[in-house]
């Protein structure tokens, strides 16, 4: 089908690429002006904002409860931002929603970010705070099932770099992977998967937008041939904890996260791969106030309800 029409709006008020270098403290600036105020924002039962000591240090969070219960799942989010923006603020709203769409308490961690952290400082803070949570189930009111963890664009890389290090370092406590428009290959051949071209330019997110804006990433230290940063090139995917890959109609990444979701069957893993039509890479950020892309919060619910 065609791009959303309310999408398509949108798309044709944005300026085309000028080629200009990317500006992460104007472009951080940008993102954070557009945040809701609180007021606007939708309720939960309890926001509460804290810096934890981790096995990374130091790491600020912002914990969800959806509802007041005795206990809840748990749920650690990662935002995306191409390793370099997002935020505790500018992904709260997706935060929200996964609470009230999943009632399980979230958990979303302010990882250190590019270039000013060298790689793998927000990966280790990502996997400190799952950790973390393991660890502090009576404080959490954890029922004691489900561990998920999720993440959108470059917050799904490390959603499968940490389920690859949980699985390599003996730790089984993470249940559910869910993986929005994932980021799984770093390595930016217009020819390794055929959504690089059929999607390159007009969606939003652009084909040759891609390595500019993980400059930041990979020049902090990030190497694409290792696993822990281009995920799908991990050789043994066996053993990982099931998976619901949402990906986006329009979206030059829409390729690599459906292969590595039909690379999970294949290796065993409870793996789900969902194609949203008509969305395109961001949805869950920036339109997921479309009724048929709030969805993904509910396919989400769904999903960490499956034994």
Not at 26 to 46: C, D, T
Request: net charge negative; aromatic share 10%; hydrophobic share 40%.
């Amino acid at each position: 089908m065609a791009i959303h029409p309310e999408i398509a709006k949108i798309l044709a008020t944005l300026p085309a690429p000028d080629g200009s270098p990317l500006n992460p403290e104007a472009m951080r600036a940008h993102e954070e002006s557009m945040v809701a105020p609180l007021e606007e924002r939708l309720p939960l039962h309890s926001v509460e904002d804290l810096t934890l000591q981790t096995s990374a240090g130091q790491v600020p969070v912002r914990i969800y409860t959806p509802v007041e219960a005795e206990t809840y799942g748990l749920l650690v989010y990662f935002h995306g931002g191409a390793f370099f923006l997002g935020s505790l603020d500018t992904h709260d709203h997706v935060a929200r929603s996964l609470a009230r769409e999943t009632g399980h308490k979230v958990i979303s961690v302010g990882y250190r970010r590019a270039p000013e952290a060298a790689f793998p400082a927000g990966l280790e803070d990502c996997y400190g705070v799952v950790r973390w949570a393991a660890g502090q189930g009576q404080r959490l009111g954890w029922d004691g099932k489900n561990l998920a963890i999720a993440g959108d664009s470059s917050g799904g890389t490390f959603v499968a770099a940490v389920a690859a290090k949980a699985h390599d370092d003996g730790f089984a406590g993470i249940t559910h992977q869910v993986l929005f428009y994932p980021s799984l290959d770093l390595d930016f051949d217009v020819d390794r998967y055929a959504s690089l071209r059929e999607n390159a330019e007009g969606y939003g997110l652009e084909t040759a937008g891609l390595k500019p804006f993980n400059s930041f990433y990979l020049e902090s230290g990030a190497d694409p041939a290792d696993p822990l940063v281009s995920p799908i090139k991990r050789e043994d995917l066996s053993g990982l904890p099931p998976a619901l890959v949402i990906t986006a109609e329009y979206d030059p990444l829409r390729d690599e996260g459906e292969l590595y979701g039909y690379r999970l069957k294949e290796a065993g893993v409870d793996a789900t791969v969902s194609r949203y039509a008509g969305s395109n890479h961001g949805f869950v950020q920036n339109f997921s106030w479309i009724p048929e892309f709030h969805r993904a919060f509910r396919e989400t619910g769904d999903f960490l309800k499956r034994d």
